[in-house]
C-alpha cells in the first residue's frame, strides 16, 4: 500500500488528492493544509472582500469532512509540513503545540506562494492586509465594512490589487491604487491597458503611476498615512498591499530539493523535484514556458490545478508531460473585460525581440457581434506574431463583451503553436447575436497576412509624432462629422468614398498618413494610393486608438 | 489591364471584389447582381422580418454607389448573368430587356443558392414565402405585421426555420413549425437539440416533428390551410417555406464548368472550377470536409468570405489553399444559443463510424463561470473523439450562456486536428466572473482521457433502460431532498458522501448503476466501486440529462 502525502488544501493540493484516491483507491492519502479550511475559492476572495458574493460559506467549495467522505483522504487542518527529509523520506508536521513525523512513498508539495510583504518602514500596522486566504478576506471585509465612508489605498496593481480595488469601490469606500511602474497589469501593453485604467478612473478609483511607496505612518488607531516617494501623503483606514506572491519554501530550505533563484521550486515536465518522489505543482514551481521553452512561473489556478492532476498521474504511473506554461488571464475592472494570453510586447522585449524586425502586431477594434444587431459592443483586440513564421505570438483584448472568447480562442491556437494563417482559417461560428462572418479573429489574421506579404504597412500610434514631424500629410478619412468633434492636428478631412476623386490633393512626394474610423478604410485607401505611387501609411487602430488617450 | 466579373454581390461576391481591387489597383471589376441590392446583411433577416433589427437601411451594409466609390467597383445591379461561354471566356448579362456580352479574364461565380420549392399542390398561394433577400424580408415583414394576430406555419426546423418561427413569434403570431424528420436542427444530435425544442414550445412555439406536409389549400384571400400527411390540417394566414437551399446554377449547364450531383460548382482548394480562369465560391460550391477530406457543401456566411477573399489571391497571383470546411454554427433559440462544430453522431453514422467502436463522446453541463460568483448559468457541452487516436470530432453546446465560447475554441482545436489530449492542456482564460479554472473544455478533455483509459466507462442515456432491464442496481448519488423531486424508477438514495460506508447494501454481482446531478460525482464513485471489485456503471451527464426530457 502506498502513502501518499499532500502539502496544501486549496486548488492543486485537493485536486491532486483527489485524483490520486482515483488512480490508487487502496493508498494512504494524507492531506496537509495550514488554514482551517481546503479548497476554497480563492480567485473568490476579492468579491467577498466586496459583498458581491454574499455569504463566506460560498467561497468553501469542499469541507474537510466532505473531502474525507468523497476520497477517502485523511485530512489535517491547522497542519503545517516544517520539515521535509528526502533521504528518509520523512516530513514533519507541526499541529498546534504537537509536532510528528509521517514517511511517504510520493510528496507533492502544493503549498503555494505568500503575498509579499517587504520591510517598509511602519508594514506593521494592523490596518496594512495582504489577500491569500479566507481569515485574510474576513479581516479586509470587516474593514471594508467598518469604514465604508473611510479612505482605502491599494498598493500594487496586479491582477488582485485591481480587484481589491473595484471591490472597495463596491463598499463604497474612496480608494487609491498606487502602482510603481508606469502601468498597471503587467500582462497588457501600455496601448491597451490605458483602457482599463480609464475605466477604474471613470468609477472613482484615483490612480497614481509610477508612483513608489516609501513609509507607512500610523495616524491613530482608525487611520494610516502612506507617504510616496515624491512627497505625497496619503490619508487611510485600510491598506491592501497586493504587490506581488513569492514561494512560500523556506521549510525545504535544506531538504535538497533545487529551488530556482527567486525561491521557487524548479521541476521537470513531469513535476518532480530534485529529490525522488517529491512532486511539486501551482504557485510555487518554476516550470517553463510553452513557447520559448524558457523558465517560467505562473502564479495562476488553471495551471495549477492541470499541473496537480498530471502530478497525481506520474505518481500512479500515468507517465503525463507539462506542456509548459501559456500565460493566459482575465480580469473583470468594473464595466470592462480585459484578457490577454501568451506574450505582450514588453515579454518579447525581455526576450530580446525587437518590433519590426522580429514581430509585428494588429490593432484592431472589433465589435462583439454584427453592429446591425442590438447590443453590439466595441473591444480592443491586439495580436502580435513573428515575423520570421507568422506565428502568433500574443493577444490581448479589451471591452465590454466578446472579449474572454477571443482571447480562448487565440490561447487554442498558441497551445498549437499556430500561425496568424491559422487565424484565418478558423471556421468560427457565427450569427448576428453572436458574431461576424468576418470573426474579429479572422480579421486580424488577415491583417497580419497583409502585413507579413508587403500589403500594408500600417503605423504605430507611437510614430504619428515622428511621421508628422517629418512632414507627412495627415488625412482623416471619416465623414465630416466624426472629423468636426475632433482629429488630428493638421489632418485634412477627406472621406474614404472620396478620395479617388481627389487624388490631386495629394502630393507624391510627401508620406500620405492615413487615419479612419478604426483602420480598415484606411487600409483600403493605403493599397490604392501605394499602387498609384503615393507613399502611404495608415494609422493602425485609426482614431478609435486616439480615442483612448483622450481624457487620461 | 485584367479584367474581373464577379456574380453575385452579396457575402462572397463583395468580398471578392474588394479585395480584387486592393491586390490590383488597374483591373477592371465588374460585380454583377441581380437584385437592387449588395452586401445585404444576409443573416440579419429573420431579425428585421421580428422587428429585433427594426430599420430596413440596417441590413443594407453597403450601397453600390458606396462601393464604387471605395472600390471603383462597376456595380451592375437588376442584371443578372445567364451565360457563360468559358472557351471565348464571355458572359452573357442581362438587364431588364436588354441583353449584352462581356469578355473576361477571370470570373467568380458567387450567386448563392436559392430556398426550395418542391413541386407540393398548392404551393404557389401568394402567403407561402421563402426568405433570401431584401424583398424577400420586406415580404414577409409586412404579413407578420398585417397578421400579427394570426396563424404562422414555418416548413422546415433548420437554422432558418427556427430563427423565422421566433421572429414571428415575437411579432405576436401563433406560430407551428413543422419538421418532417424527428428532430430540428440536424447539427446537433437528438440528445442534445431536445433542449432547443423545449425553449421553442416554451415559448409558444408549436413543434410539430416527423410531420411531413402534404398540400396547401387556399381558403381565401387572407388565409389558407397546410395539410400534413398524417391528416392534420393546419390554418395559416403565412407560411415560411424554409425546407433548405439548392444552388442556382441552372444558367452554367451549357458552359462546361463540372457540377455536382445535387447541383453544386465543384471546386478544388484554390476555388477553381473546372473552366480555366472561372473560380465559384460561397453557398453554390461544392467544397470539402476539413477533417475527412471528403466532398461537403456548407451554405454558411464565414465559408463564403473566407473562400472568396482566397479566390481573389488565386486570381491575383497570390496562391492559397483552402482547408476545407469545418461546419461551424450558431443559433439563438429564443433565450439560448445553440452551438456546434465539426461532426456530430448523426454525420459520423453516415460516414460508416460507430459508437463505441470508433468513437465515443463525453456529455457534461458545466456551467458558464464559478457557481460562487452570481450569475452562473448552466450549459450542456457535448464532446465527440475518436477512439482510434483521442481527436476531436465535433462538439456540441446549448445554454444561456458560455456556449459560443467554449464552441468557437473547439473550432480552434479541431482546425489544428487537435486531441482531446490537446483540451486538457489549452490555458483557457480564468477569473470568477468568465469561467473556471478547470474549464469546461478542460474537464471534457479529463473526461475523454479518463474514458480512453479505461478509467470511466460512462453509460449513455439511451443504454439505461436496457440496463436496468438486465438487472442493474440504481444508485441515485444526489441529496435526499433532489431524489425526492424525482428520480429514476427504482433507484436507491445514497448521497455519494455516504457511499463508502454503505458498501454492504451493494451487490458484487449486479451491476451497479451510479446517477449523481451532472455525472461527476458517479465518476468519482464510479472508480472507487471498480477499484473494489463491483461492475459500476455512472450514468453520463447524470439527472441533469434525463431532466431535458421531461416535460417533452
Do not use: W
Amino acid at each position: 500500500m502506498s502513502k501518499y502525502i499532500i502539502v496544501g488544501g486549496v486548488a492543486g493540493g485537493a485536486t491532486a488528492a483527489a485524483r490520486l484516491r482515483r488512480l490508487d483507491e487502496g493508498a494512504e492519502i494524507v492531506l496537509v493544509e495550514r488554514g482551517r479550511e481546503i479548497s476554497f475559492a480563492n480567485c473568490g476572495l476579492p468579491y467577498y472582500v466586496g459583498g458581491t458574493i454574499p455569504e463566506r460559506d460560498e467561497l468553501l467549495l469542499m469541507t474537510p469532512e466532505r473531502f474525507h467522505n468523497l476520497f477517502n483522504v485523511d485530512v489535517r487542518i491547522q497542519s503545517e509540513v516544517i520539515h521535509v527529509d528526502t533521504k528518509q523520506k520523512i516530513v514533519t508536521i507541526k499541529a498546534g503545540e504537537k509536532e510528528y513525523a509521517e514517511n511517504y512513498d510520493a510528496l507533492v508539495l502544493s503549498h503555494g506562494a505568500k503575498p509579499l510583504r517587504p520591510p517598509i518602514p511602519g508594514i506593521d500596522h494592523p490596518h496594512i492586509v495582504t489577500l491569500r486566504n479566507v481569515p485574510d478576506a474576513d479581516a479586509m471585509r470587516q474593514l471594508a465594512q467598518r469604514y465604508a465612508k473611510g479612505k482605502a489605498v491599494v498598493v500594487g496593481g496586479g491582477f488582485i490589487g485591481v480587484e481589491a480595488a473595484e471591490n472597495l469601490r463596491e463598499r463604497g469606500m474612496d480608494v487609491t491604487l498606487v502602482e510603481a511602474v508606469p502601468h498597471i497589469l503587467a500582462p497588457f501593453d501600455n496601448d491597451m491597458v490605458v483602457l482599463a485604467e480609464k475605466e477604474l478612473r471613470q468609477n472613482g478609483v484615483n490612480l497614481l503611476l509610477g508612483r513608489g511607496v516609501q513609509e507607512f505612518v500610523s495616524v491613530n488607531d482608525d487611520e494610516l498615512e502612506v507617504h510616496l516617494a515624491d512627497g505625497t501623503a496619503l490619508p487611510a483606514n485600510l491598506v491592501v498591499l497586493a504587490i506581488g506572491v513569492r514561494p512560500d519554501t523556506a521549510f525545504l530550505s535544506d531538504s535538497g530539493i533545487r529551488i530556482g533563484e527567486r525561491g521557487h521550486i524548479l521541476v521537470n515536465e513531469y513535476m518532480q523535484t530534485s529529490a525522488e518522489g517529491v512532486y511539486a505543482v501551482g504557485d510555487a514551481v518554476m516550470t517553463f514556458d510553452h513557447q520559448t521553452g524558457k523558465e517560467a512561473a505562473l502564479a495562476l489556478a488553471g495551471p495549477a490545478n492541470r499541473q496537480a492532476r498530471l502530478a497525481a498521474d506520474n505518481i500512479a504511473g500515468r507517465k503525463r508531460q507539462y506542456k509548459g506554461v501559456v500565460g493566459s488571464s482575465i480580469l473583470k475592472v468594473f464595466g470592462l473585460t480585459a484578457a490577454s494570453t501568451g506574450k505582450n510586447e514588453r515579454a518579447l522585449e525581455r526576450e530580446g525581440l525587437v518590433y519590426g524586425k522580429d514581430y509585428r502586431y494588429t490593432l484592431t477594434y472589433p465589435t462583439s457581434h454584427v453592429t446591425y444587431y442590438p447590443g453590439a459592443e466595441v473591444f480592443a483586440l491586439k495580436m502580435i506574431f513573428s515575423l520570421q513564421d507568422g506565428k502568433v505570438l500574443g493577444a490581448q483584448a479589451i471591452g465590454k463583451s466578446g472579449v474572454d472568447k477571443c482571447i480562448d480562442t487565440v490561447a487554442a491556437v498558441l497551445q498549437f503553436g499556430g500561425t496568424v494563417y491559422d487565424l484565418i482559417d478558423i471556421e468560427l461560428s457565427y450569427a448576428p447575436p453572436f458574431g461576424a462572418a468576418k470573426a474579429p479573429l479572422n480579421m486580424a489574421g488577415y491583417y497580419a497576412d497583409n502585413i507579413l506579404n508587403g500589403l500594408a504597412n500600417p503605423l504605430r500610434p507611437a510614430e504619428l509624432g515622428q511621421v508628422i514631424e517629418q512632414g507627412a500629410m495627415v488625412i482623416d478619412l471619416r465623414s465630416p462629422a466624426m472629423y468636426s468633434e475632433g482629429h488630428i492636428d493638421g489632418a485634412v478631412n477627406i472621406p474614404a468614398e472620396q478620395l479617388r476623386r481627389n487624388l490631386d490633393k495629394l502630393d507624391k512626394q510627401r508620406t500620405i498618413l492615413l487615419a479612419c474610423k478604426t483602420g480598415l478604410n484606411g487600409y483600403f485607401m493605403e493599397r490604392m494610393l501605394r499602387q498609384k505611387g503615393f507613399k502611404a501609411r495608415n494609422l493602425m487602430g485609426g482614431c478609435a486608438y486616439l480615442a483612448n488617450f483622450k481624457d487620461l
